[in-house]
Structures are given as C-alpha cells and as structure tokens.
C-alpha cells in the first residue's frame, strides 16, 4: 500500500497497488518532465544555430523535427486537395500574390470592374480560335457567326430573323441516324451550333429566347410521326415564331404608337430601330403631321440612316449629337424609344445612351414611349450596365475623329489608358411612361405579368 499526497490539500490517500506497479505521478512531477522536454528542445535548436553560425551546416537544408511533416509534403497536400465540387484543386496556382496585369494586345475595357466581360478583337477572325469540329458546324451558322461579329447584320430583331433563317436551313439538311430519335438528337446536333454563335458574339435575349422556344418544339415532337413529318413540323413552328413575334408583333405595335401621335408632334427617337421607323413611316401614310429629331452618338452613327430614310418619305427631321440632347428637350413633345429586352425588374435594355435621353426627358416632363415585342421579356433582373453587357470594338470610337490630332491616338501603347466601348446600358422603370407591346400598352412593372402568362401558354 502506497501513500500518495495530494497537492491542493495535502491531505495523504492511501492507493492500492499491485506487486511490481508504479505509483500515479502527482500533478508536480507531470510538470517537471514537461519543463524538462522543453529545456532539450530549446538547447538542440540553440546547438543547432550554433553550428549553423559556425559554417557547419553549410550547404545542407534544415531537418525537420522527429515525427513532422516536411512543409514541401504539406503544401502539396493542401494543393492536391479536392474542391468543393470534387475537381482537384490546380498545383500550379501560386500562393503568392501575383503582380498586375499588363495590358492585352486587344487593350479595351479590360479594367477590373469589366473583366467578367468578353474582350472584342476586330484583328481576330471569329473563327480563329473556336474549338469546334468543321463536320458538326453547319454553313448557315458559320456565314451568320461571322455576320455577327462584323456587325454586318444588327439589331434584336435582324439577328433573331437570322438565326431563325439558320436554323430551318439546318433542319432542311438534317439526317437523323435510324438508331435515334429526332426529339433527342437534334438537340444534340444544334449545341454545337449555338456555342458557336455564342463565342463569335454574345447572344441577345431575342436569340436566347427563340433558342428556348425551338428546343421545347424539339422535345415535344411526337415520337409516332415520321423523320420529314417532325421536320415539316418543326419547319412550321420556325416561321409561326417569326409570324407571330415578329412580323404581326410589328404591325400591332405600329397601331398602338400611330394612334399616339398628333399633328403639331416634334418626336425624338434615338439612332435606328425598323420598328420605330415603320411607326412614323405609317403615322405618314395617315397623314399626320410631325417632325421628328434624330439623335446620334458614335461610335456606330446609325442616325443617319434613320434620317436620310424619313427624309425621303418627306418627313421633316432634325439630326443632332446626343450631347445637345439637354438643348432640344424642351422642344420635343414625345420620345420614342425601342429596346433590346424589357428585364423582369422593369428596366428597360437598350443602347448605350438610352438611359441618358430618359433622365434628360424625365427632368423635362417629356412623356417616354418605349416599344418592345413580348418575345423580348426576359426573366432575368438587372439594376446596372455592368452585370450584364457587351464590349464592342474600342478603335471604332476613333473613326470619326483625326487619329493624327486626338489625344487617344496611342492609346494602345499608353499602359494607363482604355477605351471602352459598351453596347447596352438600362433605363430604370421610373423614367418609362408606358411600353407598348403587341398585347397592351403597360407599364415596365407589369413584365412579371407577361412572363407568367407566356409560361403558361408554354
């Protein structure tokens, strides 16, 4: 029988203990062997620099401690370690941090708040650098890609129409394998299609809608009908689409927005639109008497077709730069906008300078008519220009000035100036009065109306 004393209390307990066992170590002992652990791990680090100072361990690396891990072993565990979606994590990353980039070759817009958006590169051919098979790109969509790109054909509604044309024509030439079903494999066989439209420019919501609406015809086809019936049939639902969006869509809002306009009316519009220029075109053919005042900002100037088309339909036009905009104002009595999409938000999606000519008409009481096609509403919520947006060629803001007098003319090789060159910007629902649309002239708050009513039709 040990006993053993306690130190708090000092109180002896008597421990039984079996032939050949060690009495329990008290809480001081513990203490002392811990201190003397420490002491010999300071004195063999202490030995060590000694040595190292003394030109001992020159030219050999430092050994890590008995039962360590290398640090070469860890860092490479920690790189190799998977990600939270089950991809291992990339070894060659640098943990160190990385000085700025210079700037790129293409050298618009590629500052840090626009760095999500892609860079546009009018010296690259679009299908350059496209990793896509010839064999499975159809000609329809190379000839349209490259359109797109060098803004040969432009507007919502232009390259929606085409895509519609590329795609009958891809069905028109399409051969489904016996082992298949068309409902499933055309799909397939578009994708690559789509991706390459995408990658020669980014696709408008016009687009992207019409790309939804042909997939679920796809998937609806019936499985009991013939290759050249599903196709007949698909063929039908390509032209109804643009019938009904866009064709008769036209024309009803052409009738809305006439019957707004009144003899004595000064209308503004901005750059080009077909839509805005078949509304005052027909407001003509009635005989209403108006002028209209054309404004234009670069770098594309596409007012100026809109002038000289409505000049030669007799219509008196006044053409100015959107920065005399604030000047004109206070004598136009309609402004007559279109758009590229009607966001779910309510705000409107248009050209770049859009939501300058609504503040600039909101501050003068000018009432803003905005017309757009239901087939343009997207579900998509957008408070900014900078979310969501397009980079265009940045040297086409320069071709309007002398390269040789403007103070941007080595611009490419100044390493703190970009040019940026936006395609869209959005115009908040307060500074819309209405928007006239093939169904009914509503205000931009009721787009969740009619995306709950389209999905229903769906």
Request: one cysteine or more; glycine letters at 6%.
């Amino acid at each position: 029988k040990a006993v053993v004393s306690t130190q708090s209390t000092g109180e002896q307990v008597g421990v039984s203990l079996k032939e050949g066992e060690q009495p329990p170590k008290t809480k001081a002992q513990l203490k002392a062997e811990r201190r003397a652990i420490q002491e010999a791990q300071r004195a063999a680090k202490q030995k060590l620099k000694e040595q190292q100072a003394q030109g001992g361990g020159a030219g050999k690396q430092k050994q890590p401690p008995t039962g360590a891990k290398p640090a070469a072993t860890k860092s490479a565990a920690i790189a190799t370690k998977p990600s939270a979606k089950g991809k291992p994590a990339d070894v060659s990353k640098p943990t160190t941090k990385q000085p700025d980039k210079q700037p790129d070759s293409c050298g618009s817009g590629r500052v840090e708040i626009l760095s999500h958006l892609k860079l546009y590169d009018r010296n690259i051919p679009p299908t350059q650098a496209l990793s896509y098979t010839s064999s499975k790109i159809h000609p329809a969509f190379v000839k349209l890609g490259v359109q797109m790109a060098r803004d040969i054909i432009v507007g919502s509604n232009a390259r929606c129409a085409a895509l519609i044309c590329a795609v009958k024509t891809f069905i028109e030439d399409y051969n489904c394998p016996k082992t298949k079903e068309i409902r499933s494999h055309l799909n397939i066989a578009l994708k690559p299609c789509f991706s390459y439209l995408a990658q020669c420019r980014m696709m408008s919501v016009s687009m992207e809608n019409f790309i939804k609406h042909i997939k679920l015809q796809i998937t609806k086809t019936s499985p009991d009908l013939s290759d050249n019936e599903a196709k007949e049939e698909l063929l039908f639902e390509c032209e109804n689409f643009f019938k009904e969006n866009i064709y008769l869509a036209g024309k009803s809002i052409s009738e809305k927005a006439v019957a707004r306009i009144v003899n004595g009316d000064m209308i503004l519009i901005y750059k080009k639109s077909q839509l805005i220029l078949h509304i005052l075109l027909e407001a003509k053919r009635q005989r209403k008497q108006f002028k209209v005042m054309v404004v234009d900002s670069r770098p594309d100037l596409t007012g100026v077709a809109s002038c000289e088309r409505l000049t030669a339909a007799g219509i008196p036009c006044s053409y100015v730069y959107i920065n005399s905009c604030t000047y004109i104002m206070k004598k136009v009595t309609k402004v007559l906008l279109a758009s590229d999409a009607l966001l779910a938000n309510g705000y409107v999606l248009g050209p770049v300078g859009t939501a300058m000519i609504g503040l600039i008409a909101s501050n003068y009481n000018t009432p803003v008519i905005v017309c757009c096609e239901t087939y343009k509403f997207s579900e998509r919520v957008q408070t900014d220009s900078i979310l969501y947006n397009e980079l265009a060629d940045p040297d086409s803001m320069l071709k309007t000035l002398n390269a040789d007098d403007s103070l941007v003319a080595g611009w490419r090789e100044s390493p703190n100036t970009r040019l940026v060159n936006l395609v869209y910007d959005t115009t908040p629902p307060a500074l819309v009065s209405i928007v006239i649309t093939e169904i009914a002239e509503l205000p931009c708050t009721s787009a969740p109306v009619v995306l709950r009513r389209g999905a229903v039709k769906l």
